[in-house]
Structures are given as structure tokens and as C-alpha cells.
Nanobody
Framework: QVQLVESGGGLVQAGASLRLSCAAS????????MGWFRQAPGKEREFVATISRSGTTTDYADSVKGRFTISRDNAKNTVYLQMSSLKPEDTAVYFC?????????????????WGQGTQVTVSS
């Protein structure tokens, strides 16, 4: 059974840090590139970061570059999103997703399976 389960969200003040985790089960984790996306109320789901299936290639949205770091532990079937210097505009539901490919993509249409999301709220 395929599952992606996000965790680690919460309510924090601006400037704080959070680490999101996404635990995967089902098909071999190393077959998939992974991505993080987010969706704020009333807005479309947007790209945040992606990582290749080997973990050697990453990509970030300009809005989070230098503040967020994506990583993966293939032995634990888990992808992480370390978020630092959080801003109120980072408030959103954060989703992880998998893509049957070597590298990730910025397009949500390229991902075949999604988790249920975890809420991140940053207060000013």
C-alpha cells in the first residue's frame, strides 16, 4: 500500500525553524524523486523544493532558497524539509509528493502520489 505521511508542522513565531518529515511506504523509495509543495488559503498549490532519487540534485523556489533545505534518508524512506528564518508568508499546508523519475520537477502535474499535508503557521 502506497503511503506518504507528513509530520512536523506547527505554530511558530517568525524567525523560528521547523523540520518537516515525510515517511514513505509501498514501492521502493529510491525509485522516486520527491518534492515538497505548499498551499495557502485561497491560493494554488505551489512548488517549494525537490530532490532527486539519489539525493544529489536539489531545486528550490526562489522564495525559500537559502532558508529551506530538502534532504532524504533512503535507508529510512523519509524526505525532510528543514525550514529556517520562517516568515508569515510561509504559512500554508505543506505536502510531499513522489515522482517516478531520476530528478524532481517544479510542476505538480509531474507527481503521481501525494500525502495529506501538514499545517505550518508562522505568526508575526
Amino acid at each position: 500500500q502506497v503511503q506518504l505521511v507528513e509530520s512536523g508542522g506547527g505554530l511558530v513565531q517568525a524567525g523560528a525553524s521547523l523540520r518537516l518529515s515525510c515517511a514513505a511506504s509501498g514501492p521502493p523509495f529510491t525509485n522516486y524523486a520527491m518534492g515538497w509543495f505548499r498551499q495557502a488559503p485561497g491560493k494554488e498549490r505551489e512548488f517549494v523544493a525537490t530532490i532527486s532519487r539519489s539525493g544529489t540534485t536539489t531545486d528550490y523556489a526562489d522564495s525559500v532558497k537559502g532558508r529551506f533545505t530538502i534532504s532524504r534518508d533512503n535507508a529510512k524512506n523519509t524526505v525532510y524539509l528543514q525550514m529556517s528564518s520562517l516568515k508569515p508568508e510561509d504559512t500554508a499546508v505543506y505536502f510531499c509528493a513522489r515522482r517516478w523519475a531520476i530528478d524532481g520537477s517544479r510542476s505538480r502535474r509531474d507527481y503521481s502520489y501525494w500525502g495529506q499535508g501538514t499545517q505550518v503557521t508562522v505568526s508575526s
